[in-house]
């Protein structure tokens, strides 16, 4: 990681930091913070002689190595300074809240924009909204492109930044252009690394995008997890929060097994924010209040949580694990209670 001593390289001294990393089989990719940019050397950084001759140019104030595998989410990383901001809320400083339905029913959308608009009146900061959905029967309801354009007018209504899952490269762009500002990846894709690549670069130079990541059903250490988000930040937008959603093999009775209690962990080894997903991980209504409160214990800087107006008139997961307005509604004031009690 190459520091400059001003806030960024000016293009004669990036051509020249270039021109040395090219010799040793290395490449540079800025990343650019909010008071400055810095330059990972992608490649491997391990070469005395390159470090030196680096170090020797008078525009450098250092250069970080930090062997981890991830070394831009690294808590040691220069970047562990970041914030991650989302409309209004930098996280970090308040508890952040996405909700909305598992998936939008492109038959019925007043379903969504109700549940939009109480999602907000519930005192959620973004809405989540599934267009595209990765079923594991076949047979089922797959998501139509066509809810993007519900999810977009649900935004328009009710002013909130917009999450969906994108399960494919040619989703990207389809969310991206549609004005999407989070982009799911959910549990089945976060080791994709093609796709983490290809959001990636289509978010490298795009700083008002985020990426919510799924903690994989079958990840086990968490270098793992932490590693996926790297995959996308190596290309130049850091903007990854973390997801834990629960894992197999499951708790008896519930979805999955529930992991928030990885959150503090997480937090030991990368400046990333994590955001938990109570809904899939305990996968069942009545249970999720007490998941999205024991995941703010555990540090989480917020929650994803499913919601829908009417549950059982839901598709895919709502009819299960959707919280209805009145309990998101309670479930975000406790948790923004306990998260002031906690960070006191
Ligand atoms: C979802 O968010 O609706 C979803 C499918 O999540 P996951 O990838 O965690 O199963
Ligand atoms: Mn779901």
């Known amino acids: 990681m190459i520091l400059p001593k001003s806030s960024q390289l000016n293009s004669v001294q990036l051509a020249e930091v270039n021109a040395i990393v090219t ?3 290395c490449s540079i990719q800025p990343i650019v913070g909010a008071v400055r940019t810095i330059y990972a050397i992608v490649g491997d950084e391990r070469d005395e002689l390159m470090i030196n001759r ?3 140019l008078s ?6 190595r930090i062997q981890s595998p991830f070394k831009l989410m690294d808590k040691r990383s220069d970047l562990a300074t970041h914030r991650i901001t989302v409309g209004d809320v930098t996280l970090g400083e308040q508890l952040f809240v996405i909700a909305g339905a598992c998936t939008i029913d492109p038959k ?14 519930a005192g959620a900061n973004a809405l989540r909204g599934g267009v595209w959905k990765p079923r594991t029967n076949p047979y ?6 066509k809810s993007l354009d519900i999810l977009m007018e649900a935004s328009r209504r009710t002013g909130l930044h917009v999450d969906t899952e994108v399960m494919e490269e040619a989703h990207i762009k389809l969310a991206l252009d549609a004005g999407v500002t989070s982009l799911q990846v959910g549990a089945r894709n976060a080791l994709n690394y093609s796709l983490l690549r290809a959001i990636g670069r289509a978010i490298g130079q795009r700083p008002e995008v985020v990426v919510l990541l799924k903690r994989s059903i079958h990840m086990g250490p968490l270098n793992e997890f932490i590693s996926a988000a790297e995959y996308i930040a190596a290309f130049g937008n850091p903007n990854v929060i973390l997801c834990p ?3 197999t093999p499951t708790l008896d009775g519930y979805r999955n097994h529930p992991d928030e209690s990885i959150t503090p962990l997480l937090k030991e080894k990368t400046w990333a924010p994590v955001v938990v997903d109570p809904s899939h991980s305990v996968g069942k209504a009545t249970y999720v209040p007490a998941a999205a409160l024991a995941a703010v214990a555990y540090g989480a800087d917020g929650l994803c949580i499913e919601a829908h107006v009417e549950p059982s008139k839901g598709i895919g997961d709502d009819p299960k694990q959707a919280l209805t307005p009145d309990v998101l509604a309670k ?3 406790q948790a923004r209670e306990l998260w002031k009690l906690t960070r006191a």
């Open 108 to 121: 019925n959308p007043n379903y969504f924009y109700e549940t939009a608009a109480a999602v907000k009146e």
């Open 331 to 333: 479930t975000i004031r």
């Open 23 to 25: 010799e040793f089989g």
């Open 59 to 64: 525009y450098i104030d250092r250069i970080d």
């Open 245 to 247: 959603r629960g894992t």
């Open 54 to 56: 680096l170090e020797g």
């Open 140 to 145: 089922t309801f797959q998501g139509d492109v």
